[in-house]
Antibody
Framework: QVQLQESGPGLVKPSQTLSLTCTVSGGSISSATYYWSWIRQHPGKGLEWIGFIYYSGGTYYNPSLKSRLTMSVDTSKNQFSLKLSSVTAADTAVYYC????????????WGQGTLVTVSS | QSALTQPASVSGSPGQSITISCTGTSSNVGSYKLVSWYQQHPGKAPKLMIYEGSKRPSGVSNRFSGSKSDNTASLTISGLQAEDEADYYCCSYAGSSTWVFGGGTKLTVL
């Protein structure tokens, strides 16, 4: 059973860079079958797809966040990461990582989520 | 990339059936079969309930069913149970390797 776990600072100052890592266990991140995604949920609000990365490093980003986003993958550690620059209070949210079976089943496995608050 | 439109809330009594709609456009729901539905209980991660419009993952009750017509997808829950009370989100492929979610619907079991 694949499991995903987010980790990273829970508090980030405005204008700084938010950095999160997702560790995958119970399966290989290097599988050609999956994309590895980030999704966020503002407090009391709906879900927002942020983007995803392939094991080879190929990325696809939400156009509304693209200018501030960088995703990377470390196959040796079975991890993938998210960096969101120039954050504001509007980036305060629960951030989830999730697995996407390419072309078939989006977001079939999710991490538990981690709350990131942007505040000075 | 506008969010898909869902009703803010729906309710039903135990044993009844309810349907949640998800309205998109010809750029997302209307053009692709890749519509999925997620259930989210408070403080928990979303759980996949339906994918490809009408398919259920292993382990999901057959009380949950999905359909699609033109730009609108629907989730129907039959035989409502107290444990079904949760938020429900639809999601659609939107082309160019992007995805869009609905705003979410709060289901109350009376």
């Amino acid at each position: 059973q694949v499991q995903l776990q987010e980790s990273g600072p829970g508090l980030v100052k405005p204008s700084q860079t938010l950095s999160l890592t997702c560790t995958v266990s119970g399966g290989s991140i290097s599988s050609a079958t999956y994309y590895w995604s980030w999704i966020r949920q503002h407090p009391g609000k709906g879900l927002e797809w942020i983007g995803f990365i392939y094991y080879s490093g190929g990325t696809y980003y939400n156009p509304s966040l693209k200018s501030r986003l960088t995703m990377s993958v470390d196959t040796s550690k079975n991890q993938f990461s998210l960096k969101l620059s120039s954050v504001t209070a509007a980036d305060t949210a629960v951030y989830y990582c999730a697995r996407d079976q390419i072309g078939v089943v989006p977001f079939d496995y999710w991490g538990q989520g981690t709350l990131v608050t942007v505040s000075s | 990339q506008s969010a898909l439109t869902q009703p803010a809330s729906v309710s039903g009594s135990p044993g009844q059936s309810i349907t949640i709609s998800c309205t998109g456009t010809s750029s997302n729901v209307g053009s692709y079969k890749l519509v999925s539905w997620y259930q989210q209980h408070p403080g928990k991660a979303p759980k996949l309930m339906i994918y490809e419009g009408s398919k259920r993952p292993s382990g999901v009750s057959n009380r949950f069913s999905g359909s699609k017509s033109d730009n609108t997808a629907s989730l129907t829950i039959s035989g409502l149970q107290a444990e079904d009370e949760a938020d429900y989100y639809c999601c659609s492929y939107a082309g160019s390797s992007t995805w869009v979610f609905g705003g979410g619907t709060k289901l109350t079991v009376l």
